[in-house]
């Protein structure tokens, strides 16, 4: 038998960490290649991880909580002699000159998830330098930037030798290498970082008392209490201050990746909102209608697809808001498709799941896609690709009960649109008042690619087929 490490992988879509959620497997249980072993939580969705190999957990290394660079070790498997002279059965190793898609530029190995490293070098994946975290001797170049081999790997087994349990067999710390490269990560084992997020505390802050300045429970612990003033404890994934009746909530996983993205948008564009309010009693009665029919029978649509389709047919009059603004070519880039984004909440935060070639689909199938999008997301499937790429945006307010809001733009889109609640109220109609089905729409758009008048004539496009859905036919 020999003992196999299994490496969180590159998840792709740019994510450099995930939060290990839940175990799968134990220490002892014999596990299938492919069998889910944990969920991570990336800034994303929520990612299953299956098994690389036939064999036996013999060691988890981190904890649920802890959040994990991608690179470092997750679990250990004791396995056959022979597969640990390979890679994992589903993808073996490819010669040294192979440059095909089996084997990725840098020379690692593909896994079943991601890459890692080489299995005959026995080297660990190299970690990726944390975000904002200098190192002695070179700037920060951008999310890519890496420590060198010789950093990387002093980092590492410094912090393995430290850990409480860490195997016999670890390799000791490199002692020619430079201090400074230790300054990648704040040393700490998995069980103090979780309480250190629990406490509120930034490791970067703390002096370690432990071996060769490891940072203990008891450093953070004192720390925490020389800050508020009184005694601290863990209190799950939030803390409670008694004293100055506070709840710190760990800022990370989707709220993080919104929080990024909100911050992004209403600093990086320009933008201004318009509203329109509509009598939809027309869209209203045709929805009735439809949903009446045999082949929409389980399509059910509702207004939101109407809506979406009235969004989709307005792009073809004003295809300015279906672009993006390129600041490296100095261009505006206007698609010729439309990849539509529906906002929706979930219990994990707000996520945009994106359906694609929106353009060419039929009410029934848009009506189909929107549901199973939603249904995804809330359930926290949602797989990263698919909530990237959107071309414009559509965010149903009117779920909430709420009449008009100003969205802000999803980074990278030029427009979105806010769908308020219906309500039955007097309007004017047939030159009288009548009791009839309103809603405002309200249009936030990036004023560097789309003029007050393009936004305008599309927002009326849109309210024109709702509240008369027969003049379609004036804009096919």
Do not use: C
């Amino acid at each position: 038998m020999a003992v196999r490490e299994f490496a969180l992988p590159d998840l792709g879509e740019g994510l450099t960490e995930s939060e290990l959620v839940a175990w799968k497997v134990a220490v002892g249980d014999t596990v299938q290649l492919n069998q889910i072993i944990a969920e991570v939580e990336t800034a994303k969705a929520l990612v299953e991880l299956p098994a690389p190999y036939d064999g036996r957990v013999s060691r988890l290394f981190v904890e649920p909580g802890v959040t994990v660079a991608v690179g470092e070790p997750l679990v250990a498997f004791e396995v056959d002699a022979g597969e640990s002279e390979g890679d994992a059965p589903a993808a073996p190793a490819a010669p040294a000159s192979e440059t095909g898609p089996s084997a990725s530029p840098d020379g690692r190995e593909p896994t079943l998830v991601g890459y890692g490293a080489r299995p005959e070098s026995g080297a660990r994946p190299a970690r990726r330098a944390r975000p904002g975290l200098a190192v002695a001797g070179s700037a920060a170049a951008g999310a890519g930037s890496v420590a060198t081999a010789q950093m990387v790997q002093t980092a590492q087994m410094a912090e393995t030798a430290a850990a409480a349990t860490a195997s016999a067999a670890s390799p000791a710390p490199n002692t020619g290498a430079t201090a400074t490269a230790l300054a990648e990560r704040p040393r700490a084992t998995p069980p103090v970082r979780k309480f250190a997020r629990e406490v509120g505390v930034d490791l970067a802050s703390v002096t370690g008392s432990g071996d060769r300045g490891l940072i203990t429970r008891g450093d953070v612990q004192q720390y925490a209490e020389q800050r508020e003033g009184g005694s601290v404890t863990a209190a799950g994934a939030a803390t409670v201050d008694a004293g100055a009746r506070e709840k710190r909530i760990p800022i990370r996983g989707v709220r993080k990746a919104t929080a990024d993205a909100m911050v992004r948008s209403a600093f990086g564009a320009p933008q201004a909102t318009v509203f329109l309010t509509v009598d939809v009693t027309p869209t209203m009665e045709l929805v009735s209608r439809l949903r009446a029919l045999p082949e929409l029978a389980e399509a059910r649509p509702g207004l939101l697809a109407v809506v979406a389709k009235a969004l989709l047919l307005a792009v073809r009059r004003t295809p300015e808001v279906n672009s993006r603004w390129d600041d490296a070519a100095n261009e505006i880039v206007q698609a010729e498709y439309v990849h539509l984004g529906i906002a929706a909440a979930t219990p994990r935060g707000l996520m945009v799941p994106v359906i694609r070639d929106a353009e060419g689909m039929t009410l029934g199938d848009l009506s189909g896609a929107i549901r199973g999008l939603a249904d995804t997301a809330r359930g926290g499937r949602t797989a990263p690709a698919d909530l990237s790429g959107g071309t414009i945006t559509i965010t149903n307010v009117g779920v909430f009960g709420v009449d008009a809001g100003t969205p802000i733009l999803t980074p990278g889109e030029a427009a979105i649109l806010a769908v308020g609640a219906v309500r039955r109220q007097p309007w004017e109609h047939d030159g009288g008042i009548a009791l009839r089905q309103v809603l405002t729409l309200a249009l936030t758009f990036d004023h560097r690619i789309v003029d007050g008048e393009q936004a305008s004539r599309f927002l009326a496009d849109i309210g024109r087929i709702l509240a008369d859905p027969a003049s379609v036919l004036t804009l096919v």
